[in-house]
């Protein structure tokens, strides 16, 4: 059995970080019934990314990679009659995740408060771009956004390009992971005392929680850290990416032995013996030159090369890879990371590839039992167990409940 087999999860969640947090239970074996929009669903369903005949029939890769393992019942929250239901089904449900812009679910008379009255141990979980409270709570938000408004753009990026955002969205993923934890922690909680939850997590508090070591640095000293493009958080002159003979090469050292082991496995043992290069303070203050030895011994061959002399001397050091080639590396493809679903159970006209979580049990551990579904699949069945006839769900459809 796994972990959350047995738990019931409500997910009125779009876009990313609200997806891939009830995905995270859904993996552990959480009964998962997205509640989307009538007719039209999640509008992440719609996206074209890269191959747009999947976004096309409404099955996107942004909505494939938090979909499966998940059930599909359309409702228009805006109709009494879609309240009444969604009550009715909160009424059987442990969690209920909503990132619904702050006040949205009170106001369709389902907020937390609301829910408690059908269901007092209730889990809430509330994702919002900037939290429950403070002058931005009705804020709207997305990812790059929120990577502005958090000062992580600030850190990121050189003198010459200026602030950047992230390659991936980091900040969704981050809150969706959060939000998988608190809702664990608050099940475990209720396990133990039978009380309910209403959590309140937001965007902004997730990116800063990213920053936690440079806004501790920060805060305690008052110096703010500025762009820092490839350099480690430490300024260790060796730590940073260097070119190879075919490619990049990142490099991270924090301890003086790893800068001693790099030295010798790269053939710069004498440098060992100068008084500029004896410890990180003195190392610092002739950057240029050190930096400057150690790429013209890195050049003489390939990354690939120096990779595993440098791993095994005990320093850090990995190529600086594509996503093609990431996905062809024996690492990834050990660890299974992805699960395969084939076209005949997706319906799709290809296999598709999901992602798993992140960590991996002995046994009962994060799996895919089922493929993402298709826009209110499961209506009928969720409304039946409810107790509702064929033809009040039918009704439903005509009056565009459901």
């Known amino acids: 059995m796994q972990a959350f087999s047995g738990i019931r999860v409500l997910d009125i969640t779009r876009v990313l970080a609200g997806p891939y947090a009830s995905y995270q239970l859904a993996l552990l074996g959480a009964e998962v019934i997205k509640i989307e929009p009538v007719k039209k669903g999640e509008s992440t369903r719609w996206r074209s990314e890269g191959d747009a005949k999947l976004g096309d029939i409404g099955m996107s890769p942004s ?9 599909s019942l359309t409702l228009n929250l805006d109709t009494k009659e879609g309240q009444e239901i969604f ?103 209720r396990s133990r005392d ?114 595993p002399i440098i791993n095994e001397a005990g320093v850090p050091a990995a190529k600086v890879l594509s996503i093609p080639e990431v996905m062809k590396t024996e690492q990834v493809v050990s660890r299974e990371f992805f699960g395969k679903f084939s076209r005949e159970e997706c319906g799709l006209d290809r296999d598709i590839q999901l992602p798993k979580a992140a960590f991996q049990f002995r046994t009962n551990g994060p799996a895919l039992r089922t493929p993402p579904p298709r826009i209110g699949a499961d209506a009928q069945d969720i409304l039946e167990n409810l107790g509702y006839l064929s033809d009040d769900i039918e009704g439903f459809r005509k009056s565009g409940v459901i």
């Open 194 to 307: 039978s009380t309910g939850q209403h959590i309140d997590i937001s965007m902004q508090d997730s990116c800063m929680a990213l920053m936690s070591s440079i806004l501790t640095a920060y805060m305690n000293t008052g110096n703010p850290p500025g762009l820092r493009g490839n350099e480690a958080p430490s300024r260790s002159p060796a730590s940073t990416t260097f070119k190879t003979a075919d490619g990049l090469l990142a490099i991270a050292i924090n301890e003086q032995h790893q800068f001693i082991n790099l030295l010798k496995a790269i053939g710069l043992a004498e440098m060992l013996l100068d008084e500029r290069f004896k410890d990180a303070a003195s190392r610092r203050n002739h950057t240029q030159i050190l930096r400057d030895a150690i790429q013209e011994a890195l050049l003489r061959d390939s990354a690939s090369h120096w990779e």
């Open 87 to 189: 009550l009715k089904l909160a009424a059987t449900a442990d969690v209920i995740v909503e990132n619904l812009r702050t006040g949205s679910m009170a106001a369709r008379n389902i907020g937390y408060e609301q829910v408690c009255k059908v269901k007092p141990d209730i889990i809430y979980c509330s994702m919002t771009g900037y939290g429950q409270t403070g002058p931005k709570s009705r804020y709207p938000a997305y990812d790059s956004v929120i990577q502005a408004a958090a000062g992580f753009m600030s850190i990121t990026g050189t003198p010459d390009s200026g602030p950047l955002k992230s390659g991936p969205p980091v900040v969704d993923y981050a809150m969706g992971m959060s939000g998988a934890y608190a809702i664990s922690a608050a099940l475990f909680q």
């Open 63 to 71: 909505f494939l990679t938090q979909g499966a393992n998940k059930k």
